[in-house]
């Protein structure tokens, strides 16, 4: 009877001991949390938890096609793996986290990460060029940026935002500002701005102001005089090869006009700008050669002019670089600022970079941006050439240097100068510094015109003052010798004595003062 009731339990048991092996190896089931955008060279944290397992749990964060990235392990219980990573431009994928304990494995959830890159160099170009059309005509201006992902574009016209409802009436697509039929109420001044967003954190760049110019449909029968013309040129990488582009303009005057350019007196092209007054061409460019004198010429039915030579020699950038620091103090003698200028031999086209204790400040994001920079504390000016710390505070102290590269190769080489300490405490906010390094400019004094002459005359005082002491001192040094001569005479005479002898005395007296007189005058001579 006992052996009947164990066979009847006998698969109950199997089956408990089937559904006992089957748990234990049931997946794990991670979670993995992180960002699904980031900047370009900005730090994101990805983390990767499974909860109720008991530890130790070994995490793996894996990028696109399963690669393993990093490793974790949890050894408590309960605690998320962190994998910190610094975005590059490859960082951009899927991700996920593979955890692992004794007989069991879980993969997560997918993450993609965006990689957002910067607006930089942001410009407004125009269609046509320059942006000067007759009333009732079509212009196009763009929003254009030589870096940059992710953007989104705002307006200004005349310095205030462009909106739907703004007048006179603008048409937004894209990075476009759209005027289809132009009024006298669409001359003005406009820029744009070119940003991107990623977790409350803006990033934008701002373009320079470009002024449009509306004519009357009465004017489309007047010619202007056209100016003198102007000529500039630059270089550009193409392929294993450069080449160059000249660019001739004139400010004013009505088109058509005809510009033609000479190398070394010999015209090499010309063009008929019949929408504006610029034209380009292109030459032939060798960085570190003469390529000759090039003018500019320009033509109408009854005016024609040259512009000034300029030499197509394109000088790489080279020699020695070094950087001087300038100190600016209040009127209460406390440091407000410091400029830091980048000097170096040569370089026609120069990009200049700079460096704090050897991290790269502020790039090509805030190159030409006439809005707040992501650095309040640091500001460009002078092209680059100049670095202001326009607040100082601990933060700003480390080493500064700066390179520089020929701007028309990205891949060229970087000339660097010599890194310059630039200290920054609570003493020297205070005060003056008592002493300057021989690449810093000492703080400059200047006296006004009045204040040199006040000093002037206290000077002369003081030198009257001490002439006039030393007359009376030497006046009361000669009283005093006369005084001393005279009781030198009275007591050589005594109270009685025989006449014969008193008139012996006399002579003698009268001899011997006479002498002394003598010796007196010849000192007082």
């Given at each position: 009877?006992?052996?009947?009731?164990?066979?009847?339990?006998?698969?109950?048991?199997?089956?408990a001991?089937?559904?006992?092996?089957?748990?234990?190896?049931?997946?794990?089931?991670?979670?993995l949390?992180?960002?699904?955008?980031?900047?370009?060279s900005?730090?994101?944290?990805?983390?990767?938890?499974?909860?109720?397992?008991?530890?130790?749990?070994?995490?793996?964060?894996?990028?696109?096609?399963?690669?393993?990235?990093?490793t974790?392990?949890?050894?408590?219980?309960?605690?998320?793996?962190s994998?910190?990573?610094?975005v590059a431009?490859?960082s951009?994928?899927?991700y996920?986290?593979?955890?692992t304990?004794?007989?069991?494995?879980?993969?997560?959830?997918?993450i993609?990460?965006?990689?957002?890159?910067?607006?930089?160099n942001?410009?407004?170009?125009?269609?046509?060029?320059?942006?000067?059309?007759?009333?009732?005509?079509?212009?196009?201006?763009?929003?254009?940026?030589?870096?940059?992902?992710?953007?989104?574009?705002?307006?200004?016209?005349?310095?205030?935002?462009?909106?739907?409802?703004?007048?006179p009436?603008?048409h937004?697509?894209?990075?476009?500002?759209?005027?289809?039929?132009?009024?006298?109420?669409?001359?003005?001044?406009?820029?744009?701005?070119?940003?991107s967003?990623v977790?409350?954190?803006?990033?934008?760049?701002?373009s320079?102001?470009?002024?449009v110019?509306?004519?009357?449909?009465?004017?489309?029968n007047?010619?202007?005089y056209?100016?003198?013309?102007?000529?500039?040129?630059s270089?550009?990488?193409e392929?294993?090869?450069?080449?160059?582009?000249?660019?001739?303009?004139?400010s004013?005057?009505s088109?058509?006009?005809?510009?033609?350019?000479?190398v070394?007196?010999k015209?090499?092209?010309?063009v008929?700008a019949t929408?504006?007054?610029?034209?380009w061409?292109?030459?032939?460019?060798?960085?570190?050669?003469?390529?000759g004198?090039?003018?500019?010429?320009?033509?109408?039915?009854?005016?024609?002019?040259?512009?000034?030579?300029?030499?197509l020699e394109?000088?790489?950038?080279?020699g020695?670089?070094k950087?001087?620091v300038?100190?600016?103090?209040?009127?209460?003698?406390?440091?407000a600022?410091?400029?830091?200028?980048c000097?170096?031999?040569?370089?026609?086209?120069?990009?200049?970079?700079?460096?704090?204790?050897?991290?790269?400040?502020?790039?090509?994001?805030?190159?030409?941006?006439?809005?707040?920079?992501?650095q309040?504390?640091?500001?460009?000016?002078?092209r680059r050439?100049?670095?202001?710390?326009t607040?100082?505070?601990?933060?700003?102290?480390?080493?500064?240097?700066?390179?520089?590269?020929?701007?028309?190769?990205?891949?060229?080489?970087?000339?660097?100068?010599?890194?310059?300490l630039?200290?920054?405490?609570d003493?020297?906010?205070?005060?003056?510094p008592?002493?300057?390094?021989?690449?810093?400019?000492?703080?400059?004094?200047?006296?006004?015109?009045?204040?040199?002459?006040?000093i002037?005359?206290?000077?002369f005082?003081?030198?009257?003052?001490?002439?006039?002491?030393?007359?009376?001192?030497?006046?009361?040094?000669?009283?005093?010798?006369?005084?001393?001569?005279?009781?030198?005479?009275?007591d050589?005479?005594?109270?009685?004595?025989?006449?014969?002898?008193?008139?012996?005395?006399?002579?003698?007296?009268t001899s011997?003062?006479?002498?002394v007189?003598?010796?007196?005058?010849e000192?007082?001579?």
């Open positions: 009877m006992k052996n009947l009731q164990t066979l009847n339990f006998a698969p109950i048991l199997a089956l001991s089937l559904f006992i092996n089957i748990s234990g190896s049931i997946d794990l089931h991670p979670v949390t992180g960002p699904h955008m980031a900047y370009l900005s730090r994101v944290a990805f983390r990767c938890i499974v909860s109720d397992s008991s530890p130790p749990i070994t995490y793996e964060l894996m990028g696109d096609g399963g690669v393993p990235i990093a974790g392990t949890d050894l408590q219980g309960d605690q998320p793996a994998f910190f990573l610094k431009a490859t951009e994928g899927s996920r986290c593979k955890a304990t004794e007989g069991s494995t879980g993969v997560s959830n997918i993609k990460l965006s990689v957002v890159t910067p607006a930089s942001t410009r407004v170009t125009s269609e046509p060029f320059p942006p000067v059309a007759y009333e009732g005509s079509r212009i196009v201006l763009k929003c254009n940026v030589t870096k940059g992902s992710h953007l989104s574009y705002t307006w200004f016209f005349n310095r205030k935002e462009v909106i739907s409802l703004t007048s009436p603008f937004l697509t894209g990075n476009e500002l759209v005027m289809a039929e132009v009024t006298p109420e669409h001359a003005g001044h406009y820029s744009c701005m070119a940003w967003m977790h409350d954190t803006r990033r934008f760049s701002g320079t102001e470009v002024k110019k509306v004519k009357g449909t009465n004017q489309q007047y010619k202007a056209v100016s003198k013309p102007k000529i500039s040129f270089i550009f990488k392929g294993d090869g450069y080449r160059g582009n000249v660019t001739c303009w004139s004013r005057g088109p058509p006009v005809n510009f033609s350019l000479s070394d007196d015209e090499i092209d010309s008929t929408e504006s007054l610029v034209a061409f292109p030459v032939a460019m060798v960085p570190g050669l003469d390529m004198v090039a003018r500019c010429r320009v033509k109408t039915e009854i005016q024609e002019l040259m512009s000034e030579p300029v030499t394109v000088v790489p950038v080279g020695d670089v950087v001087e300038e100190y600016f103090y209040r009127a209460d003698s406390r440091l600022a410091a400029s830091l200028s000097l170096f031999s040569r370089g026609t086209f120069p990009y200049i970079s700079w460096l704090l204790n050897d991290s790269v400040l502020l790039p090509e994001t805030h190159a030409d941006t006439q809005f707040q920079p992501v309040p504390h640091f500001a460009l000016a002078n050439h100049s670095l202001v710390l607040m100082l505070t601990s933060e700003e102290t480390g080493y500064y240097r700066c390179r520089v590269r020929d701007s028309y190769d990205d891949s060229g080489p970087w000339v660097e100068s010599v890194a310059v630039v200290r920054v405490t003493r020297n906010l205070n005060s003056m008592r002493a300057t390094s021989p690449t810093e400019t000492p703080p400059k004094l200047f006296i006004t015109t009045t204040e040199a002459i006040s002037a005359f206290c000077c005082l003081l030198l009257m003052l001490a002439v006039g002491v030393a007359c009376v001192y030497r006046m009361f040094a000669l009283n005093h010798a006369h005084a001393q001569i005279a009781t030198t005479i009275s050589a005479l005594p109270l009685s004595a025989p006449a014969s002898h008193l008139r012996d005395k006399q002579a003698q007296t011997t003062n006479s002498d007189l003598s010796q007196t005058r000192i007082t001579v």
